[in-house]
């Protein structure tokens, strides 16, 4: 069984982690797949099931519901964006620059990895934009933020909080533009190709306006001139 990388999620999240057997990553391949397809009010374990020439009661051994499969889909994006995040700078000490690679990794996180097996990272970006929000714009968000549920998406944040804090260590709002960077990124590869008035890029923008864009962004917040 080839595992490639595998993330250490939530718990609460699963039954039993799908990353470690060769069914399971079948499931999570397929559910990236189908939920791309149909979306995520359509989706269910019957038709992820039937999909994998499998049974509903098979899904239900790994997951209890779906809206904790889309969390827990939804968290592996986010720590894969981390892990990007992490091996892109693993030598640059100027933070400036270690600034600019977190955006670029932000928006091309959404490409497509040699480096993963079973996850197809373009779809599931497309998933994390559409759907993302439906797993903790939920009436028990507090509960299942209790139960650790959203630890991935927090510890990302952290991480680009911390970035934008040792390029300008006055910055009041750390947490806040990590928060707002990311939520960009994501909206704004979906504007342009859906919403074009919303957005100052075309469709099929190439990555690379979308990322000087944000450069900008950031500089004339963090960097005095």
Request: hydrophobic share 40%.
């Amino acid at each position: 069984m080839s595992r490639g990388i595998q993330f250490e999620l939530s718990k609460s999240l699963y039954v039993k982690d799908p990353q470690n057997t060769k069914y399971g990553q079948r499931l999570l391949q397929n559910t990236v797949e189908l939920m791309a397809e149909v979306g995520f009010e359509s989706f269910n374990f019957k038709k992820l099931g039937a999909r994998m020439k499998s049974t509903e009661t098979s899904v239900y051994r790994y997951f209890e519901n779906k809206h904790k499969l889309l969390t827990y889909i939804c968290c592996w994006y986010w720590e894969w964006i981390h892990y990007l995040i992490d091996i892109h700078t693993l030598n640059i000490k100027d933070p400036k620059e270690v600034l600019y690679v977190m955006i670029h990794q932000l928006l091309y996180a959404s490409e497509k990895s040699s480096m993963t097996v079973y996850i197809n990272e373009s779809l599931l970006h497309d998933i994390v934009v559409l759907e993302g929000v439906k797993s903790f714009h939920v009436n028990e968000v507090d509960k299942d933020n209790d139960l650790g549920f959203f630890e991935s998406y927090k510890a990302l944040n952290s991480k680009m909080a911390k970035i934008i804090s040792d390029v300008n260590p006055d910055y009041p709002y750390p947490e806040s533009l990590a928060i707002t960077l990311s939520t960009m990124a994501h909206d704004q590869i979906y504007f342009a190709s859906h919403f074009p008035e919303l957005s100052s890029f075309e469709q099929r923008t190439p990555l690379a306006q979308i990322e000087e864009m944000m450069r900008q962004t950031v500089t004339s917040l963090l960097i005095p001139t």
